[in-house]
């Protein structure tokens, strides 16, 4: 039996202890922690194994960390259309906090489904597009992408917007999965294909909003073009990462 002097170490070690100590004291009624010494009511010192006591902070510990971290669903009160744009319809949610009980207004931006494709050609390159972005004022290094029509599948998109941005056309288009592009403020999701061995089919068939340079780029270069800032683009970079996940071992030659 041994005095537990080592909660004072502990209690130094990580101020949220102080916050087991209270969930502890249902187990073992304490007043206040002297030199280490738990103290009852009324001032009489108590000799606990350590043994309990790890036992007893370590199921504390469980359930207060397990009940901490695990957020849970705030239950919506209502939802409001705001506006309507060509790519954006804005929603206002109210909805009530599962810990404080307080309701708050949150703004989401609801987007159809993106598809983004990564052109390979037989010869390890890809094929890739550089055009205006009007958010940054910036030319952008990317590849090719759009939105997935309602009578679409991201598949059927991939091969369009391929085929509308660059001219180029595969007959395999491998999906790698898909992302969401900001799931704070927005709904949507963001698939990506690879297009195996794509080759130049015709000519491009590019909207009055859209001016695309094609450009192709060794594959083994991708990496060092993210790394230096060049491919910028979040979505574009999030697209490559799956993959080089998927295929390794194309990243090392």
Request: proline letters at 6%; hydrophobic letters at 40%; one cysteine or more.
């Amino acid at each position: 039996m041994r005095k537990l002097l080592f909660l004072s170490h502990l209690l130094r070690a990580s101020a949220s202890l102080r916050e087991i100590l209270f969930f502890f004291n249902l187990f073992i009624p304490f007043s206040q922690i002297d030199d280490g010494v738990v103290v009852i009511e009324g001032g009489r010192a108590v000799d606990v194994p350590l043994f309990t006591v790890s036992l007893c902070l370590t199921a504390v510990l469980f359930f207060y960390k397990s009940e901490r971290m695990s957020p849970k669903p705030w239950p919506l009160i209502k939802s409001v259309y705001e506006k309507s744009l060509s790519i954006f319809r804005l929603r206002t949610d109210r909805a009530r906090s599962p810990r404080t009980g307080e309701a708050h207004d949150f703004f989401i931006l609801e987007s159809p489904t993106w598809v983004n494709v990564i052109p390979l050609t037989e010869q390890g390159d890809v094929v890739m597009i550089r055009q205006w972005r009007h958010g940054i004022r910036q030319v952008t290094l990317e590849i090719p992408g759009g939105v997935v029509e309602p009578d679409d599948t991201p598949r059927d998109a991939a091969r369009r917007e391929l085929a509308e941005e660059t001219g180029y056309a595969a007959h395999e288009m491998i999906p790698l999965g898909f992302v969401h592009p900001n799931p704070a403020i927005q709904d949507n999701r963001c698939y990506t294909f690879l297009a195996r061995n794509a080759a130049l089919q015709g000519g491009q068939a590019l909207d009055d909003k859209e001016d695309i340079q094609i450009v192709k780029y060794p594959l083994s270069e991708i990496p060092r073009l993210i790394g230096e800032g060049t491919i910028s683009h979040s979505l574009i970079i999030a697209a490559f990462w799956r993959y080089f996940m998927e295929y390794r071992d194309d990243a090392k030659k």
